[in-house]
């Protein structure tokens, strides 16, 4: 990936900046927890199979704190594995299958403190059959795709709409329900996290990388431009996915670099010239 000066001057190596191998030593995405009343609550109007997944012990562990051992809580840990395995199995003609993967996801994405996720699922599963549409039709595109350039990331991005429901989540639903095992690409997330550290600490725009001001493809430049990026990385010896880099990119949320020695002795040598 194409990155400011900034981006090199701060601790860069030949496969980026430094915080990105710092990020890659650690142990990964962990699982985030779900406070499943209040999503049984928001979705009451829903029928229960669209709530199932979220007590469901195939998908979901025992989240373990001092506020999930009060009575009651119920909050559940839902990990990225999970999520790939229902959308994997799902069946894409079946409405239940299809808004039932879509809740978890939403809830996954939305963690214990989306209280607005919680309203913009129930509105978009308000009609189930245009929710079921939106998001088999999103899937199926980005399965069919040979390749992040080929237009589908773009086209699925363009049309896709759901009440309530923006990139920040869309995008999620692309990553886990448009994923094919063992493909040389898979559509990412891009959420507001993920473009802080594109825009503020890489300096880099989703509209630099596509040449273009259009959302669609932005995103499908910038899903194109990670699966680069880690094919760069390979070159010097790491082996990453474009998924990890993106989580990476949602772990830093936007923080600057830290200085490097370099500019450090440059900064000392201003101060005392």
């Not at 978009?124 to 589908?152: F, I, N, S, Y």
């Not at 095992?181 to 802080?196: G, H, N, T």
């Not at 600490?201 to 995103?219: D, E, Q």
Request: charged share 25%; aromatic share 8%; with cysteine.
């Amino acid at each position: 990936m194409q990155c400011e000066d900034r981006a090199h001057d701060d601790g860069a190596d030949a496969g980026g900046p430094a915080f990105v191998g710092e990020h890659l030593r650690g142990r990964g995405a962990v699982p985030r927890s779900v406070r499943v009343p209040s999503w049984e609550h928001a979705l009451m109007g829903s029928r229960e199979e669209v709530r199932a997944l979220l007590t469901d012990a195939r998908y979901t562990q025992p989240f373990e704190s001092d506020r999930s051992s009060r009575a009651n809580d119920r909050t559940v840990a839902v990990a990225r594995a999970d999520l790939l395995a229902v959308c994997e199995s799902l069946n894409p003609d079946s409405q239940s299958d299809v808004l039932a993967a879509f809740v978890l996801t939403m809830a996954w994405g939305s963690g214990v403190t989306g209280s607005r996720s919680l309203r913009n699922t129930a509105r978009a599963l308000q009609d189930p059959r245009v929710a079921h549409r939106a998001l088999a039709t999103a899937a199926l595109t980005l399965r069919a795709a040979r390749t992040p350039g080929d237009g589908a990331a773009e086209r699925a991005h363009a049309t896709f709409w759901l009440p309530g429901v923006r990139q920040a989540f869309f995008s999620k639903w692309f990553a886990f329900a448009g994923r094919v095992p063992e493909r040389a690409w898979q559509p990412l997330i891009l959420d507001s996290r993920v473009y802080a550290t594109l825009t503020d600490t890489l300096g880099v725009t989703t509209s630099f990388l596509a040449g273009s001001r259009y959302k669609a493809a932005r995103y499908a430049a910038y899903v194109e431009a990670l699966h680069a990026w880690a094919r760069d990385l390979a070159e010097t010896g790491r082996t990453v996915t474009a998924e990890r880099l993106e989580w990476v990119l949602f772990r830093h949320n936007g923080k600057p670099l830290p200085p490097s020695p370099d500019r450090l002795g440059r900064a000392r040598t201003a101060s005392t010239g």
